[in-house]
Each structure stands twice: as structure tokens, then as C-alpha cells.
């Protein structure tokens, strides 16, 4: 069989289940198979063995399982993370939680001149903490790296199979050295430091949501009681014990928890931030 009849063959399947993209994500299980970054001749005949691994992954895509986890790739600020069953995949709407991150770091270096703890919570595949770390390496001021090297990296999740994962991440892009890593339930493990930064993308969906596109999804990444807030309520009982005057807490969460949330989090300034699809996505609360 030739390349170009297989990816045909595989357009046909994924098409017939409605896959978005469907002759994209053909390419793109060719292309992984083939261990290619690019096709331009598609009349290259192939072997009996790279049909059955294709076939195998198109016939898993037409089952559900996602494409990141098929290639074990997805791409989150614009770089390229490992991920595997075991971690939620990245979504592109939690990129707004590096961007603020960022925003409110890098401009004025406002938080090198003291000893700043930055702690990621329920890490996953570590992609929000690398991206961090990227962003602010690639920042360039007149102090060069020197502007960033009281900062302190700490990243937790309560999965060891998860953190696994944070480490391939942080290895491959080269900060594996400047996060310590802590599998923990919450706070429950964290030695009582305070943080300048607190990031958080912790499972909010209501467990009664069920839907294809998450159901190979790990649960304990997802799900969070009847609400879809267990986990933040137990996070905002601890949450002070880690923080000063002039800390700030960053939570990813869905849109219509951001009346109940408030009531959570009490008297405090808390703002309530879009993510690239204008829906309110991430709250900002300065302590
Ligand atoms: C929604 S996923 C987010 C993963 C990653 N930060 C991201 O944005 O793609 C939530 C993560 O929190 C972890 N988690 C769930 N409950 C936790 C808990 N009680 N303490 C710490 N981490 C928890 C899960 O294992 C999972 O990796």
C-alpha cells in the first residue's frame, strides 16, 4: 500500500465519525507513525507493520481516545509537552494563567528583589510551570537572568504518576533543575512558606458532567463533588496559611462559579479574568 491510500483510508474512518479536523489528525498519526515532520510524496509505499500501527491508532481515535494521547504530544504556549493517560491534556484556555503570571513578573521585576516563591498546584503535566519558567527566560532586561534568581519554583500534585510526567516536561525543556517537585493532597505536605505566587488549575467539574471528550481523561484531574468546588473549598481553608500581604492567587475555574467562589473566598479583592475566548476563566485574588 502506498502512504497516500492509507491516509486516505484513515480520512475515511475518522470522517465517518465526525472527527473535527479529521483529515488533519489523519496526517498527523501518519506523520507519527512514519516518524515524519512533513509529507510532500504521498505515493511511497509502506510497510505491513506502519499500516497495522496506523490502523491501530485510527481505529482508538474512532473510539474517543484523544489525539494528544495517541501521539503523547500537545503543544501549550507554544511548546511541546509530553502527555500521557495520566495527565489532563492542556488546554489552550489555561494559557491565560501563564500570560497573568507573567504580566504581573516580568514587567518591572517587581518580585526579584526579594525571595519569591512561586507554587503551581495540582501541576498535572507540569505545563504551566514550565511555560512560567520559558516566559521568563526569554525575558530580556538590563539585568539579563540576574533579575529572576531569587525566585523559587514548587510544583505539587497529589498524583505521582502526574508529577511523573512534570518531570519528563521539565527535563525537556531544561528546567527540571529549578522546580522542586512535592506530591501532596493540597497544602498537606508543604512545608508553611509563604508564596508570592500561587497558581491553580484544580479539578472544578461537577461530577454528574459527563462527556465524550474527557472520558479517558483522568477523574481525580477533573472531578470536584456535586458542585465542581470540593477541592477549591478544602484549597481556600489553607490556602492563607501559605500567603502574606501583597501575595496573589491565581485559580482557573468555570464561569458559573464565580458567584459561589467569591462567597468562598470572603471579603478579599478578587478579579474575575477572561480567557481567550472571552469567558471568565481565571480569578485574581490579592491578599
Ligand atoms: C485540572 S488538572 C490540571 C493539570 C495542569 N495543571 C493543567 O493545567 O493542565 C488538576 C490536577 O490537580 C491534581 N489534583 C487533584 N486533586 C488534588 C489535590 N487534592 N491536591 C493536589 N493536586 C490535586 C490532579 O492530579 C491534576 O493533575
Same mark, same amino acid.
Given at each position: 500500500?502506498?502512504?497516500?491510500?492509507?491516509?486516505?483510508?484513515?480520512?475515511?474512518?475518522?470522517?465517518?465519525? *465526525? %472527527?473535527?479536523?479529521?483529515?488533519? &489528525?489523519? #496526517?498527523? $498519526?501518519?506523520?507519527? /507513525? +512514519?516518524?515524519?515532520?512533513?509529507? @510532500?510524496?504521498?505515493?511511497?509505499?509502506?510497510?505491513?507493520?506502519?499500516?497495522?500501527?496506523?490502523?491501530?491508532?485510527?481505529?482508538?481515535?474512532?473510539?474517543?481516545?484523544?489525539?494528544?494521547?495517541?501521539?503523547?504530544?500537545?503543544?501549550?504556549?507554544?511548546?511541546?509537552?509530553?502527555?500521557?493517560? *495520566? %495527565?489532563?491534556?492542556?488546554?489552550? &484556555?489555561? #494559557?491565560? $494563567?501563564?500570560?497573568? /503570571? +507573567?504580566?504581573?513578573?516580568?514587567? @518591572?521585576?517587581?518580585?526579584?528583589?526579594?525571595?519569591?516563591?512561586?507554587?503551581?498546584?495540582?501541576?498535572?503535566?507540569?505545563?504551566?510551570?514550565?511555560?512560567?519558567?520559558?516566559?521568563?527566560?526569554?525575558?530580556?532586561?538590563?539585568?539579563?537572568?540576574?533579575?529572576?534568581?531569587?525566585?523559587?519554583?514548587?510544583?505539587?500534585?497529589?498524583?505521582?504518576?502526574?508529577?511523573?510526567?512534570?518531570?519528563?516536561?521539565?527535563?525537556?525543556?531544561?528546567?527540571?533543575?529549578?522546580?522542586?517537585?512535592?506530591?501532596?493532597?493540597?497544602?498537606?505536605?508543604?512545608?508553611?512558606?509563604?508564596?508570592?505566587?500561587?497558581?491553580?488549575?484544580?479539578?472544578?467539574?461537577?461530577?454528574?458532567?459527563?462527556?465524550?471528550?474527557?472520558?479517558?481523561?483522568?477523574?481525580?484531574?477533573?472531578?470536584?463533588?456535586?458542585?465542581?468546588?470540593?477541592?477549591?473549598?478544602?484549597?481556600?481553608?489553607?490556602?492563607?496559611?501559605?500567603?502574606?500581604?501583597?501575595?496573589?492567587?491565581?485559580?482557573?475555574?468555570?464561569?458559573?462559579?464565580?458567584?459561589?467562589?467569591?462567597?468562598?473566598?470572603?471579603?478579599?479583592?478578587?478579579?474575575?479574568?477572561?480567557?481567550?475566548?472571552?469567558?471568565?476563566?481565571?480569578?485574581?485574588?490579592?491578599?
Amino acid at each position: 500500500m502506498k502512504n497516500g491510500e492509507l491516509l486516505k483510508w484513515g480520512e475515511g474512518k475518522l470522517s465517518g465519525l *465526525r %472527527v473535527d479536523g479529521y483529515d488533519i &489528525e489523519a #496526517e498527523v $498519526l501518519l506523520r507519527y /507513525v +512514519l516518524r515524519m515532520d512533513k509529507i @510532500s510524496n504521498f505515493q511511497f509505499p509502506i510497510s505491513k507493520e506502519v499500516e497495522k500501527k496506523y490502523k491501530n491508532l485510527i481505529f482508538k481515535r474512532c473510539r474517543g481516545v484523544p489525539l494528544a494521547y495517541l501521539t503523547n504530544h500537545k503543544k501549550f504556549c507554544g511548546l511541546d509537552f509530553y502527555v500521557n493517560e *495520566r %495527565v489532563l491534556i492542556p488546554r489552550p &484556555e489555561t #494559557e491565560r $494563567l501563564v500570560e497573568v /503570571v +507573567l504580566e504581573i513578573i516580568v514587567p @518591572s521585576c517587581q518580585l526579584s528583589t526579594v525571595n519569591c516563591q512561586l507554587l503551581d498546584m495540582g501541576t498535572g503535566s507540569g505545563c504551566i510551570i514550565t511555560s512560567i519558567i520559558k516566559g521568563i527566560e526569554n525575558f530580556k532586561c538590563f539585568k539579563g537572568k540576574e533579575c529572576f534568581k531569587n525566585f523559587k519554583f514548587v510544583a505539587t500534585d497529589i498524583s505521582a504518576d502526574a508529577l511523573k510526567v512534570a518531570k519528563i516536561n521539565a527535563k525537556r525543556h531544561g528546567v527540571l533543575d529549578k522546580i522542586k517537585f512535592i506530591q501532596s493532597d493540597l497544602f498537606e505536605k508543604l512545608p508553611v512558606v509563604s508564596c508570592q505566587l500561587l497558581v491553580a488549575n484544580l479539578p472544578y467539574v461537577e461530577e454528574f458532567w459527563q462527556d465524550p471528550s474527557i472520558q479517558f481523561e483522568p477523574k481525580q484531574a477533573l472531578y470536584a463533588g456535586q458542585d465542581g468546588l470540593d477541592v477549591y473549598r478544602r484549597f481556600f481553608q489553607q490556602v492563607w496559611n501559605y500567603t502574606k500581604q501583597g501575595s496573589v492567587i491565581l485559580i482557573e475555574i468555570d464561569l458559573r462559579q464565580v458567584k459561589p467562589l467569591k462567597k468562598i473566598i470572603g471579603k478579599r479583592k478578587i478579579e474575575v479574568l477572561q480567557d481567550r475566548f472571552q469567558k471568565p476563566r481565571v480569578l485574581k485574588i490579592t491578599v
